[in-house]
């Protein structure tokens, strides 16, 4: 059977090398006579595979020893009630950075727990979300007990250009669509958090970076598997983790450090994104709705500005070997997710089939 260029925005394709490691290793993981899938999680093998997974990513992110790495569950979605849940400590309010439909998600999820204000947001923007709102320190207010933002938006491919000045107050990322796809300076953000079924392996993994002295501030009704003290206590084992996740999670770990880290994956994902993009520059058929300077490097938007023929669009490219393109359902389009595994030649292919589609269906003048 043909491997096919999955461009879906997650899951998403794992690089080609991790799947084969994982198929050799999957009857009999090292000597231990089973696969991980069957291992109980308290063994000193499954240990030694979630202690190379925090290893691999300390590494690969270069994260600072005053910060915990959690490996959790129930998606970065359950990630909009924890951050408040913990991080509403001091006075109860938070500013909410909207950039697109999942730190709106964020932002209402966190009104239930404290007095939560939108301190900027794109929603006004022209097509809605195509760009990120720039922020300056005076637009937080002072007694905030944190600033969240996504870093990347999946559905609209926006990307933040800066990390927005927040002084003193924490700033929490959403990093879901981008984590480990380049360099990214762990230190100037209090909490990063990322489901990890784009960049980093199969669904059921989420990923939490945070700041030690934001642990363990979390309300007091606050759900155990919620509470970041617990977890860091229990070394992410306070129930069964998402262990077949993590042990993939530490292979793609390997397979970027091997490769040359997150220097190399910056290279790599920089050329498909500019191969792309130089391609919607240069033509008129397609058009990129996404502000030049806020462009994603993972999530790449294009219209033909017919419906209809973006649906065909789709739909052909899915039949010559190219799936998962269509845009979310509340953008329409298309939507060409690039992440660390997706090849060079994937990208070539797709901006070839563009070419082909654009002289095979002209458009009908006005
Ligand atoms: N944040 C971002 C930026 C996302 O792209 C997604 C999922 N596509 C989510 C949050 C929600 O993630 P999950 O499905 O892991 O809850």
Redesign the pocket.
């Known amino acids: 059977m043909n491997r096919v260029y999955n461009f879906s925005?997650?899951p998403s394709m794992l690089p080609l090398e991790v799947l084969e490691k994982a198929q050799a290793e999957l009857l009999c993981y090292g000597d231990c006579g089973m696969s991980v899938m069957e291992m109980s999680h308290r063994t000193p093998e499954f240990e030694a595979i979630l202690a190379d997974a925090e290893a691999g990513l300390r590494k690969l992110m270069n994260i600072p020893q005053n910060y915990k790495v959690l490996f959790l569950q129930?998606?970065?979605?359950?990630?909009?009630a924890s951050v408040p849940l913990n991080l509403l400590s001091d006075h109860k309010c938070a500013d909410y950075i909207v950039s697109?439909q999942?730190?709106k998600?964020?932002y209402l999820e966190a009104k239930k727990y404290g007095d939560i204000a939108i301190a900027a947001s794109s929603a006004g923007a022209t097509p809605t979300f195509s760009t990120v709102p720039e922020t300056k320190r005076s637009d937080f207010r002072p007694d905030a007990d944190y600033v969240h933002m996504?870093?990347?938006?999946?559905?609209y491919g926006t990307k933040f250009h800066y990390i927005p000045d927040t002084g003193n107050i924490p700033l929490v990322a959403?990093?879901?669509?981008c984590i480990i796809s380049e360099p990214i300076d762990v230190s100037k953000f209090a909490l990063i958090y990322?489901?990890?079924?784009?960049n980093v392996a199969p669904?059921g993994l989420?990923i939490v970076i945070v700041r030690e002295d934001l642990v363990g501030n979390a309300r007091p009704d606050t759900p155990a598997m919620l509470d970041y003290k617990e977890m860091v206590e229990a070394g992410s084992m306070y129930n069964t983790p998402p262990c077949f996740a993590i042990y993939m999670a530490k292979l793609v770990f390997e397979w970027i450090l091997s490769i040359g880290g997150l220097e190399e994956m910056k290279r790599r994902n920089e050329k498909k994104a500019s191969l792309l993009y130089d391609y919607l520059d240069t033509q008129n058929y397609y058009t990129a709705p996404v502000d030049k300077k806020c462009r994603s490097m993972m999530n790449v938007v294009f219209v033909t500005g017919d419906a209809e023929l973006d649906k065909k669009f789709a739909k052909e490219a899915a039949a010559a070997g190219l799936k998962n393109l269509k845009g979310h359902r509340s953008v329409g389009g298309m939507r060409a997710s690039i992440y660390n595994a997706m090849p060079y030649e994937g990208v070539e292919a797709l901006v070839a089939f563009m070419k082909k589609f654009a002289a095979e269906n002209p458009k009908i003048q006005a």
């Not at 129930?74 to 909009?80: I, K, M, N, Y």
């Open positions: 925005a997650g129930g998606g970065a979605s359950t990630q909009f697109g999942f730190s998600k964020a996504c870093f990347n938006n999946t559905i959403d990093m879901s669509s990322a489901g990890a079924q784009k669904a989420t």
